[in-house]
C-alpha cells in the first residue's frame, strides 16, 4: 500500500446485500483504502463445528479488491459461536469469586482452554488456506483486543496452566517458595498441585503470587496470538500480522513490551475519555508509547471514534474539528493508518449507539464531511508515510512496575501509574517536547534526559542500566517510591529508594504518605500531595525541602550530580518549573516554541522534516517555519512562519541540509 492507510472495521454481515454497493462508492468518496473484515464473523463462517461457509466472505473480498479497497482479513476468534459452548461448557471462563460466567458477548472463552486453542487455530486455518493468495487481502488481524474482557479465568484449566508457566520460570518449588517468600503466613508449598491461581480468600493474597499470576495472564493471552500467527504464516508467509493492542487510560492486563517484538506491525485502539478535558494529552501519551513499541517499525491506529463512544457512563460527542486533530494527532506520533471502528453505524446489536465512519443520520451529518475532509487530509500526507521522531527525553515504563505497585496494601492505594506518569509526561507535552518510552533494560545512548516517575520494581539488570546512564553524564530524574522492591516484590533492604540510594546519594528510613486532600509547602515555592518521606542527605544536596508538617525542613527534591530525586507529588506548576530545568541542564529543546495550547510534533526523513502543529485552541496563532517550507494539508508555499486557525492543523514540510 502507498501513503497513509485509511479505513475502519467493515461488518458487511451486518446489512443486507444490497447495501454493500452503497459502501463501496462511499468508500471511495471518503478515500477509504483499508478495511478490517471479519473481525465477529466465526458464527457465520463456521455455522458448526467443521463445516465452513465462506461464500459471503468470498463476495466481501471480491467486492473489496474490485474497487481497490485492501483487507485487513481478521480471524474472528475473538467470539467463539453458541455451538462451541454448548459442546465445551468447560470453556467459559471462571471470576475470582468462582462464579462460571455465561455466552453471549464476546471474549466469553477461557484463555488456557484446550478446546478453544483447537477450534480457534482450525478456523485460523481455513480462513489462511482459503485466502492466501487472495489479491485483497494485505495483513492479518489476528483476534481482537486480546484480554479487553477475559483477561483472567480462574478456573482448574487455568490453574494447571498456572503451574506449567511456574514451572518454567522456577527451577524447583524451593525457587518458587522463596521467591513468593511463602515462610509469611504458613503459605509454604510442597507440590506443585498445592498452587492455585489467586482466588478469593479471606485477607490479602501473596503479592509475588499475584504478580506472578498477572504475568501469566498476559503470556497465555500471548501464546494464543503466536498460535494463530504461526498457522497464518504456514499458509500465507508473505502477509504480515497484527493484533489491536489497547493502549490506554483504562487497559493494563498485558505486558506489551512482551507483545510488541512478536507483530509484523505494531497496531493500536484509542479512545478518549469523555470525563478528561484535555483528552488530547492521552492521546499524545498514547501515540508516544505505541510508536516507543513499534521500535521504528510503522503502525497502524485499528480503531478510535468518529464521535461518541457507547461504554462510558456519558458518552461525549466530539467537538467541531475534534475528529480531525485526534486522527492527525496519531498520525503526528508514527502512525502511518488511521482506522474506525467501524464504517458504518450499527442498526442493533451491543455497539449500535457507538459513533462510526457513515453514522445512522447518513451522509448529511457533519461527521460524514469530517470523515470525508479526513480521507483528502490522509492523501496530501502521503509523503509522511515512513518517517520517524526525534526524541531526546525518555521515561521509563514498566507493566510489571505497576502491576505490583497497584497490589493491595501498599503504603498508599491512592497511587496509580498512569497518573503518576501522565503528570511528569504532561509538562513536556506542553512545551513541545518530543519524548519517547523505554523499559527499564533499554538501551538509553540516545537520550539526554531520562525520567522515571513511577518505577516502584526494578529489577538488578534495569537497575545497573539507569545508574549507568547518570553515571557516564545523562540527566536522570526518579519519583518517589521507585526501586523499592526487586522483581519478586521483595522489599530492597537498608533504606529507601532501595535501587537507587547509593546513586542518588540519599537514604530515607520512612514514608509517610498523605491523606486525601492533604498537601505540604516547599521551601520554594508551591504544594507536594500524594506522598512524602524522611529523606537524609547523603551525597545529595537539598533542592526543595519540606516547609510543614511532621518532616518540616525534610528535603523533598534532592539532586547528586545529574541523578535528581522527587520525593514528593508537586503541584502542576512546580513540577512544570522543575522538569523545565531539568530538559534545560540537559540540553533538551522544544520540537518548536509555540503559544500554549498549540501542540508541535516532528517526524523526520531523510531529506525533510515534517513539523505537525496541533491548535487546540480558540485562537489562531502563527508558528516561525524554516525557509523553503510547505504547508502540506493545502499544498501552500510558505515564507517565515504558517498560520495555523483556532482548532486546526497544519502539517508543514521542511527541507533539511544535505
Given at each position: 500500500m502507498k501513503g497513509i492507510a485509511y479505513g475502519g472495521d467493515y461488518n458487511p454481515e451486518q446489512w443486507p446485500e444490497e447495501v454493500w454497493a452503497e459502501d463501496m462508492r462511499l468508500m471511495r468518496e471518503a478515500g477509504v483504502t483499508m478495511v478490517s473484515v471479519g473481525i465477529f464473523a466465526w458464527a457465520l463462517?463456521?455455522?458448526?463445528?467443521?463445516?465452513y461457509d465462506f461464500s459471503l466472505l468470498d463476495r466481501v473480498l471480491d467486492m473489496l479488491e474490485a474497487n481497490g479497497i485492501a483487507a485487513d482479513l481478521a480471524t474472528p476468534t475473538a467470539a467463539p459461536p453458541a455451538w462451541f459452548f454448548r459442546a465445551h461448557p468447560e470453556a467459559l471462563p471462571v471470576d475470582r469469586d468462582g462464579t462460571r460466567l455465561s455466552y453471549g458477548s464476546r471474549q466469553t472463552f477461557c484463555p488456557s482452554s484446550p478446546a478453544y486453542r483447537e477450534a480457534a487455530l482450525r478456523m485460523a486455518r481455513a480462513l489462511a488456506e482459503r485466502y492466501a493468495d487472495h489479491p485483497a487481502v494485505v495483513m492479518w488481524h489476528v483476534h481482537n483486543e486480546y484480554g479487553c474482557h477475559n483477561a483472567e479465568c480462574y478456573c482448574d484449566e487455568s490453574a494447571a496452566a498456572f503451574r506449567v508457566w511456574l514451572r518454567s520460570r522456577y527451577e524447583d518449588l524451593g525457587s518458587l517458595n522463596h521467591a513468593w517468600g511463602t515462610t509469611f503466613w504458613s503459605q509454604w508449598y510442597y507440590d506443585w498441585d498445592e498452587i492455585l491461581p489467586p482466588r478469593a480468600t479471606g485477607a490479602v493474597p501473596n503479592p509475588t503470587h499475584q504478580l506472578d499470576w498477572r504475568r501469566f495472564c498476559s503470556d497465555a493471552l500471548l501464546s494464543l496470538y503466536e498460535a494463530e500467527r504461526e498457522v497464518l504464516r504456514e499458509a500465507a508467509p508473505s502477509i504480515p500480522a497484527t493484533t489491536n493492542f489497547m493502549v490506554m487510560y483504562n487497559f493494563d492486563a498485558l505486558d506489551y513490551w512482551r507483545w510488541a517484538p512478536k507483530l509484523d506491525v505494531v497496531s493500536n485502539d484509542h479512545y478518549l475519555q469523555s470525563a478528561d478535558p484535555e483528552s488530547q494529552i492521552d492521546i499524545a501519551l498514547s501515540g508516544d508509547l505505541v510508536r516507543s513499541l513499534a521500535v521504528g517499525r510503522p503502525w497502524l491506529l485499528m480503531e478510535h471514534s468518529t464521535g461518541a463512544v457507547n461504554w462510558q457512563p456519558v458518552n461525549r460527542a466530539k467537538n467541531p474539528g475534534e475528529l480531525r486533530r485526534n486522527a492527525l494527532a496519531h498520525v503526528a506520533r508514527g502512525a502511518d493508518g488511521?482506522?474506525?471502528?467501524?464504517?458504518?453505524?450499527?442498526?442493533?446489536?451491543?455497539?449500535?449507539?457507538?459513533?462510526?465512519?457513515?453514522?445512522?443520520?447518513g451522509t448529511d451529518s457533519q461527521i460524514w464531511r469530517d470523515v470525508v475532509r479526513?480521507?483528502?487530509?490522509?492523501?496530501?500526507?502521503?509523503?509522511?508515510?515512513?518517517?520517524?521522531?526525534?526524541?531526546?527525553?525518555?521515561?521509563?515504563?514498566?507493566?510489571?512496575?505497576?502491576?505490583?505497585?497497584?497490589?493491595?496494601?501498599?503504603?498508599?492505594?491512592?497511587?496509580?501509574?498512569?497518573?503518576?506518569?501522565r503528570?511528569?509526561?504532561?509538562?513536556?507535552?506542553?512545551?513541545?517536547?518530543?519524548?519517547?518510552?523505554?523499559?527499564?533494560?533499554?538501551?538509553?545512548?540516545?537520550y539526554r534526559l531520562v525520567l522515571a516517575p513511577s518505577l516502584y520494581l526494578v529489577d538488578d539488570e534495569g537497575a545497573a542500566n539507569l545508574t549507568d546512564f547518570a553515571e557516564g553524564g545523562g540527566t536522570l530524574a526518579v519519583g518517589f517510591h521507585s526501586g523499592a522492591v526487586d522483581e519478586n516484590c521483595h522489599v530492597r533492604l537498608g533504606g529507601y529508594p532501595g535501587a537507587f540510594?547509593?546513586?542518588?546519594g540519599i537514604r530515607t528510613d520512612e514514608l509517610f504518605p498523605l491523606l486525601p486532600g492533604e498537601s505540604v509547602g516547599l521551601s520554594e515555592g508551591g504544594t507536594g500531595t500524594l506522598w512524602t518521606e524522611r529523606v537524609r542527605l547523603a551525597g545529595a544536596e537539598a533542592v526543595t525541602s519540606y516547609t510543614e508538617g511532621p518532616l518540616a525542613g525534610v528535603p523533598a527534591i534532592t539532586r547528586r550530580g545529574p541523578a535528581w530525586y522527587v520525593a514528593?507529588?508537586?503541584?502542576?506548576?512546580?513540577?512544570?518549573?522543575?522538569?523545565?530545568?531539568?530538559?534545560?541542564?540537559?540540553?533538551?529543546?522544544?520540537?518548536?516554541?509555540?503559544?500554549p495550547g498549540v501542540e508541535a510534533v516532528l517526524r523526520r526523513a531523510t531529506d525533510a522534516d515534517y513539523l505537525f502543529l496541533i491548535n487546540h485552541t480558540d485562537r489562531d496563532t502563527e508558528v516561525p517555519v524554516a525557509s523553503g517550507a510547505r504547508e502540506l494539508l493545502t499544498g501552500k508555499p510558505l515564507e517565515g512562519s504558517v498560520r495555523v486557525p483556532a482548532g486546526d492543523v497544519a502539517v508543514v514540510r521542511e527541507p533539511r541540509p544535505e
Open positions: 463462517l463456521e455455522p458448526a463445528e467443521g463445516s488511521i482506522a474506525y471502528f467501524q464504517w458504518r453505524a450499527a442498526k442493533a446489536g451491543a455497539e449500535q449507539w457507538h459513533s462510526a465512519m457513515l453514522p445512522h443520520a479526513l480521507g483528502a487530509d490522509l492523501r496530501a500526507l502521503a509523503e509522511v508515510r515512513g518517517s520517524v521522531g526525534t526524541a531526546e527525553v525518555a521515561i521509563v515504563w514498566d507493566w510489571n512496575s505497576r502491576w505490583a505497585m497497584e497490589l493491595p496494601s501498599q503504603p498508599s492505594a491512592e497511587l496509580r501509574f498512569q497518573d503518576l506518569v503528570a511528569w509526561y504532561e509538562p513536556l507535552w506542553r512545551a513541545g517536547v518530543a519524548v519517547d518510552f523505554v523499559r527499564p533494560d533499554a538501551d538509553l545512548s540516545r540510594r547509593e546513586l542518588l514528593t507529588h508537586p503541584d502542576p506548576a512546580t513540577l512544570a518549573a522543575l522538569l523545565e530545568r531539568l530538559r534545560t541542564e540537559a540540553g533538551v529543546t522544544p520540537v518548536r516554541t509555540t503559544d
